[in-house]
Nanobody, 125 residues
Framework: QVQLVESGGGLVQTGGSLRLSCAAS????????MGWFRQAPGKEREFVAC????????NVVDSVKGRFTVSKDNAKNMVYLQMNSLKPEDTAVYYC??????????????????WGQGTQVTVSS
């Protein structure tokens, strides 16, 4: 089994920055792709970004491109989501997810087998 624990959420003003962290443990050898998703109140969970386990390939959704960056520390099995120029519409619970398969495109919930508990990000206007 794979365990994922997110941290780093909080309250920030418009234009501010946050860095989310995701610690992966357990059967990490089975992971091929790490993803970030978010879910705003009353909305479906949506894909934000992904990175291959080796850290070589990344992909971010158009709505955050240029503001969010996904990265990985291979030595620590940590994945990060650096969020800059935050907007109120970025307010959501952010989830870290892991897939046993290589996922290079915009991901869907069904494509990821393991999930963290989520961390709240609130951007005030």
């Amino acid at each position: 089994q794979v365990q994922l624990v997110e941290s780093g959420g909080g309250l920030v003003q418009t234009g501010g920055s946050l860095r989310l962290s995701c610690a992966a443990s357990g059967r990490t050898f089975s992971i091929n792709t790490m993803g970030w998703f978010r879910q705003a109140p009353g909305k479906e969970r949506e894909f934000v970004a992904c990175i291959t386990w080796n850290g070589v390939y990344t992909n971010v959704v158009d709505s955050v491109k240029g503001r969010f960056t996904v990265s990985k520390d291979n030595a620590k099995n940590m994945v990060y989501l650096q969020m800059n120029s935050l907007k109120p519409e970025d307010t959501a619970v952010y989830y870290c997810a892991a897939s046993n398969k290589l996922r290079l495109g915009r991901g869907t919930i069904d494509e990821y087998e393991h999930w963290g508990q989520g961390t709240q990000v609130t951007v005030s206007s």
